[in-house]
């Protein structure tokens, strides 16, 4: 159980396109969804944090125009990186809270999704 | 604000070893969980093992165990009997206790095992 599915896995896109990231809690309602952006060989770098209905909070430095977030259901969570040019190359990853079926709180990572912008 | 701390960016050991990794964290909380994540080459985030601080006993899960000393603010984790799939970056975590899953996860730079036939 506590599954998160994050698509695309990977995503090549040209500079000034928009790109869209999804990440759905297959088997649990997630109440709280975060995104983090990790370069090679380095941490995960926390960039936001949503809550269902809400608007993101989102990390210091972290532009809110350049990376829209939005938590419209208990089940999804999507990252649109506007614009891109390459320095928003990276890997992104989602994490996704709730309470699983047997009640027990779960936090669980989605695989991730490798951005390349030409 | 918290921090975490891995001061070991890689390490190596012979297969069927054992290895333990060092995370120190800093913090005003009194109450909070600490985690080991595993990232294997697939990049997929594993969690290996959790602490909540109230909890004296050290976590074990089967081959991982914690040595965790709150008032050192240190938090190890022993892979014993290591094996080849183990071979996988390896994050130390933290975060509040206020509502589990609410609060951020604030993670260390990590370190770099590799298990060696």
């Known amino acids: 159980g506590a599954v998160v599915s994050q698509h695309p896995s990977w995503v090549i896109c040209k500079s000034g396109t928009s790109v869209k990231i999804e990440c759905r809690s297959l088997?649990?309602?997630?109440?709280?969804m975060f995104w983090y952006r990790q370069f090679p060989k380095q941490s995960l770098m926390l960039m936001a944090t949503?809550?269902?209905?809400?608007?993101?909070?989102?990390e210091q430095g972290v532009e809110k125009d350049k990376f829209l977030i939005n938590h419209a259901s208990l089940t999804l969570s999507t990252l649109t990186v506007t614009s891109a040019h390459p320095e928003d190359s990276s890997f992104y990853i989602c994490s996704a809270s709730g309470r699983g079926r047997d009640g027990a709180n779960v936090l669980t990572f989605g695989a991730g999704s490798r951005l390349t912008v030409l | 604000a918290q921090t975490v701390t891995q001061s070991q960016p890689e390490m190596s050991v012979q297969e069927a070893e054992t290895v333990t990794l060092s995370c120190t964290y800093d913090?005003?909380?009194?109450?909070?969980?600490l985690f080991w994540y595993k990232q294997p080459p697939s990049r997929q985030m594993i969690l290996v093992i959790r602490q909540e601080a109230y909890k004296q006993q050290n976590a074990t899960e089967n081959r991982f165990s914690v040595n965790f000393q709150k008032a050192a603010k240190s938090f190890s984790l022993k892979i014993s009997d290591s094996q080849l799939g183990d071979t996988a970056m390896y994050f130390c975590?933290?975060?509040?206790?206020?509502?589990?899953?609410?609060?951020?996860?604030?993670f260390g730079t990590g370190t770099r095992l590799t298990i060696i036939p």
């Open positions: 975590a933290f975060m509040k206790h206020v509502n589990f899953g609410n609060e951020k996860l604030t």
């Open positions: 088997d649990f309602q997630a109440t709280t």
């Open positions: 949503s809550n269902e209905g809400s608007k993101a909070t989102y």
């Open positions: 913090t005003s909380e009194s109450n909070y969980y």
